[in-house]
Nanobody
């Protein structure tokens, strides 16, 4: 069992930046590839970013590529999502997710564990 706790959400103006953090506990963090997803009101949950267990490989969809950066610190059992040049359409609840896998391929992440989510609101 892995417990995930997100933090860092909030209200920001368009063009601004936020950094989300996700602290993991319960199992060996480096055995997991990690991801971020988001869900806006009335919409399905959307994949945002993923990172391999080592941090060497990342993957982003086109909607955030070049603006968002995922990273991890295995010594601190934490994964981060740096979000720059935020847009109103980035407004959503952001979820941290984990999948027990040491595969370096991360575009097909299929999480086993989820955090409770943190709200990000971008005003225009």
């Amino acid at each position: 069992q892995v417990q995930l706790v997100e933090s860092g959400g909030g209200l920001v103006q368009a063009g601004g930046s936020l950094r989300l953090s996700c602290a993991a506990s319960g199992r060996t963090f480096s055995n997991y590839r990690m991801g971020w997803f988001r869900q806006a009101p009335g919409k399905e949950r959307e994949f945002v970013a993923a990172i391999s267990w080592s941090g060497a490989f990342t993957y982003y969809p086109g909607s955030v590529k070049g603006r968002f950066t995922i990273s991890r610190d295995n010594a601190k059992n934490t994964v981060y999502l740096q979000m720059n040049n935020l847009k109103p359409e980035d407004t959503a609840v952001y979820y941290c997710a984990a999948e027990q896998s040491r595969s370096q391929v991360v575009r097909n992440i299929s999480p086993n564990y989820w955090g409770q989510g943190t709200q990000v609101t971008v005003s225009s």
